[in-house]
């Protein structure tokens, strides 16, 4: 059944998005039509929309728009980062990559290209066809289609640079650093990443989407570890007169300072949820981190819910509900600090690390490192 309604939900927005794109007047000037241009696609992205979105929005769309460019289809998950990479290390290296794709191949893009050694010259765009697209939401709009997304793409007078964030692993230097322009999490998000990235792909975007929180809240787990955190800037709240809602940021200076070095903050568990966002929109209709600024001078917005006996299924249940409008981030069992660096130690290895809905490994060492490199990657949105 599910399977029925996902593929009459793919030809109503195929029919409503050809008409757009029939009725569309391309724009006089085009910064990307100047440009060495590579679209990657992922035909699984989503419920297998990679290939419509592509044959229907993108291809047609470039075209008129004059934009000439190579077309790569995946085949295997890690094939985009491979790709990228050899389009980085390239004698002239393209100019842009634009990813069909949701969330996750487009981290795979960034990784690619700064695997190739292009660093954060050659540009990235991305043409939501995923399940959650958190990304396209944030740099389009909420609910932004393919179609809106490449009209903003083709209108952009060049490319913007965005804060990176940089997973590390300090006592396991062999590892090869991850970037990420969107989310990273530990906890009770990344579980909700793990399933509907892997074990629930089977059950399709719409079903996926609504049972994963249920899921995560009727196991309300909680992670033992240890966060120390860099707070960064413009922690007083703007008057003295503030209310949680307007400025959701808690005091980190209240925080006790971290024994290995005075600059960072400790935060103890339990936890509940642990995530940093570079960007407001989670995706699938979610603000988990509704004040967090693509391009912030290398700061992201870490949101920490500590597993507590008042942190009830009902609560969390709550808390989700509120996600939508971000308004979590006024509650008291929430806090969320702006942060330029923080270390990690999960204790008991349990649970799972995710860049974008991309598995990372548990640190052997004991800890991973997070940094906000600013202005690091050239976005077109
Ligand atoms: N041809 C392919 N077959 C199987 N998996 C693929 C293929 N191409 C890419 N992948 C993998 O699919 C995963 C998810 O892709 P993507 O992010 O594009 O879609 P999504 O998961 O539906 O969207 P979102 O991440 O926004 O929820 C990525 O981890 C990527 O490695």
Redesign the pocket.
Known sequence: AHRLIDAIACAVSRRRLRAKVAAWTPPGVSWIARQRVVVIV?????AGWGDCVYEDVVRPMLRRAGVEHEVVR???????EREAAELASRKVPVDCVLSV?????LH?CLNGLRGGGTGGRTALAVVPA?????MSDTCFGRGSDAFEALCSILCASGPTPVDVMRLTYPDEPARTPRHDLHFFCWAAFADHDYVT?NGWRWLGPLLKVALAPLYVIAQRRGYAGTVEFEPAGALEPPDPEWKREAYPYSDAAALPPSPHDASLRVLEGPFWCLAVGNCPEG?SATLPVPRARMADGGRADLLVCRHTPRLTRWRCLQLFLMMEKGEHVAQPDVAVYKTRRLRLYPRGGAGHLQL???EMPMPRGGVVQLDVLPDDQLLVF
């Open positions: 992922n035909p699984n992205a989503g995946t085949t295997c998950a890690g094939m985009a794709s949701g969330d996750g191949q795979e995923g399940t959650g697209n958190g990235e995706g974008s809905g991309q």
